[in-house]
């Protein structure tokens, strides 16, 4: 039976990272207080998966593929950091529409399937997560983890990302809470945009 405690601190480290606000964070809000839980909670899956996907390249030590192919780094970083700018650049041009402000305008609709490819790329975008998943691995693991440990891990951290990203979710579906982002979207939507292109120009030019 695998030590707990190495998981314990995995639980720690990465809690602290889910509940820091970046892309994610701000893609989950948008979605679920303007589209609807359901959309929601497919945005969550796709960060879910994502979240699975970098796990895994991190125990696999991508960080070692990086480190021997750069190049291979910043091609991700480059296009991962485009993604995050066009995703911003939308919100911010969407804002430009006088229509935007009438009385319950909203975001257009999205499919299930859209929600969860937003989610999944969104996390995806930003190859420093897999970086990140190298060096939770190395703090907290044993040298030469098992495979069941590793898998645990992982499948620790995608529940602890799973279950905020539900949480977000449910809060913003809430009538008062989807009521009071209505009224102040504009406004919302304009800080957000700058600031996933604000992420998006720092995963790119920041080495």
Avoid at 116 to 130: C, D, H, Q, W
Wanted: net charge positive; with cysteine; hydrophobic share 55%.
């Amino acid at each position: 039976m695998p030590s707990l405690t190495p998981l314990l601190m995995v639980a720690a480290i990465w809690t602290v990272a889910a509940i820091t606000p970046g892309p994610n964070f701000l893609m989950t809000v948008r979605i679920s207080a303007t589209q609807s839980r359901a959309r929601g909670l497919m945005a969550v899956a796709g960060i879910g998966v994502g979240t699975t996907v970098w796990g895994c390249a991190g125990f696999f030590g991508i960080h070692a593929l990086f480190t021997t192919a750069p190049w291979l780094y910043l091609g991700f970083k480059i296009v991962g950091g485009i993604y995050v700018i066009f995703l911003g650049s939308r919100l911010l041009m969407r804002n430009r529409d006088p229509s935007a402000s009438a009385p319950g305008a909203s975001a257009s609709h999205l499919s299930n399937i859209a929600a969860f490819r937003l989610g999944l790329m969104t996390n995806l975008a930003n190859p420093k997560s897999a970086l990140f998943m190298a060096s939770v691995f190395a703090t907290a693991m044993p040298a030469g983890p098992s495979l069941v440990l590793g898998a645990l891990a992982i499948t620790l951290m995608t529940t602890i990302s799973i279950t905020w990203y539900v949480f977000v979710t449910s809060l913003f579906t809430m009538p008062w809470m989807s009521r009071t982002y209505e009224r102040a979207r504009l406004g919302i939507d304009r800080v957000a945009g700058t600031l996933f292109i604000i992420f998006g120009v720092r995963l790119v030019l920041k080495s």
